[in-house]
Structures are given as C-alpha cells and as structure tokens.
C-alpha cells in the first residue's frame, strides 16, 4: 500500500516570504505527483503536477520532484494570506489518488 | 458552470437509514472517482469508473458502500445501514484517461446521528 506523509504544521510564515512545503513517499515505482490546495470546509484544489525528476514551475508555484531521496516539495514564492490553506500532496499511481494528510500553511500579513 | 458537481451538499441522517449520494462529472471526462475524507486527513480513495465500468471497488470501506454508474455519465454512492463514523465529507472527482489530473467537486457532507 503505497503512503504519503507531510508534516502536518502549521507552517507560518510572513507575507511576501517563500514557502516550502514537502511530503515523502513510500513506492519507489511512484512517477509522478500532483499538488491540491484545499481551503477549509472547500473540495481540493488542483494547483500544481509533476511527472518526472527535477523542478516544475508555474507563476508563484514551483514543485520539486526527487526520486532517488522519494521526495515532492512544494514552493510558495511571495506568499500572500490568501495562500493560507491546506496542501495536500497526492501520488498518483495508475489512476487512484493517494494522499498525505496535507500540511496547513498560515501566511501573516 | 461545468465542473463537477454533487448532491446534496449537506446530508443528515439517523443511524441505520440507507443514504444516496449523486455525482455529475465534467462532461468530456470518462473516469469518476469516490473518495472519503475526515477532518486532519487526506481523501481516501473508495472506487473509480471508466465509463460504466467499476475498475476498482475493492477499498470500498464495507459490504454497507456501492457505487453505481449505468449510463457512463453520473455516478451515485450509496451507503446502507448507516453509522456514526460514516460521518465524513465524501467526493467525487473527474478526469480523462488521457491524464490522471483529477477535479473534484464540492463534495456531500454526510453526519450520521
């Protein structure tokens, strides 16, 4: 049974700084990771996938992906209140979802 | 609004009755997944369909949970006989097979008195 851990936080951080986000996984086969955002009382919010080694960007969001180490992380460039939320980190197997418990992020004006 | 969309949003329900909850995918989409999620953790996968079929259906949590998709379009999860820690917020999610990029909908909050 392949898992996914993060660490569940909070994680704070003040507004305009970086921040990072990780999750580890457990099936070596794994090849790729998708990231959701899920605002409290909300359904999850695909924000960021990765599908091979390396770094993935898209605007403010950058994702890592680290095979060897079975490592997925997760940037926040200038972080706003607005980030603050739930990310949940997500192996996608052949076509079934498995998550970690997600870590909450708390951006401070 | 073509997302994915589920009904009710909000379900109250004494312990023993037998619930149905109904999930409309993203039109172009074939798959439709079930998931569960409890307060600190992450959606746990119940069962997915390609079309009308049932590919997976052995995490459906007891003999109590079906699922159901007759015309490869909406999609319903029925729970019978239900319990106190049925009590969750339940998903669906949509995508092609083309990609396993998932959206969800906003989900029926299920409380089992």
């Known amino acids: 049974q392949k898992e996914v851990e993060q660490n569940s936080g909070p994680l704070s951080v003040p507004e305009g700084a970086i921040a990072s986000l990780n999750c580890t996984y457990s099936?070596?086969?794994?090849?790729?990771f998708f990231w959701y955002r899920q605002y409290s009382g909300k359904s999850p919010e695909l924000i960021m996938f990765?599908?091979?080694?390396g770094d993935k960007e898209d605007g403010r969001f950058t994702a890592q992906l680290n095979k060897a180490s079975q490592y997925v992380s997760l940037l926040i460039r200038d972080s706003q209140p607005s980030d603050s939320a739930t990310y949940l980190c997500?192996?996608?197997?052949?076509?079934?979802?498995?998550f970690g418990k997600g870590t909450m992020l708390l951006v401070s004006p | 609004d073509t997302g994915v969309s589920q009904d009710p949003r909000h379900k109250i329900t004494k312990r023993g009755q037998n619930v149905t909850f109904r999930c409309d995918p993203i039109?172009?989409?074939?798959?439709l997944y079930w998931y569960r999620q409890t307060l600190g953790q992450g959606p746990e996968f119940l069962t997915y369909?390609?079309?009308?079929?049932?590919?997976?259906k052995s995490r459906l949590l007891s003999d109590r949970f079906s699922a159901e998709r007759p015309k490869g379009s909406f999609s319903t999860l029925e729970i019978q006989r239900t319990e106190q820690g049925d009590s969750a917020m339940y998903l669906c999610?949509?995508?092609?097979?083309?990609?396993?990029?998932?959206?969800f909908g906003p989900g029926t909050r299920l409380t089992v008195l």
């Open positions: 999610a949509s995508s092609s097979s083309r990609n396993n990029e998932q959206f």
């Open positions: 099936d070596r086969g794994s090849q790729s």
């Open positions: 990765i599908y091979s080694n």
């Open positions: 997500a192996d996608t197997g052949y076509s079934t979802l498995t």
């Open positions: 039109s172009e989409h074939n798959r």
């Open positions: 369909f390609q079309n009308e079929a049932q590919l997976e």
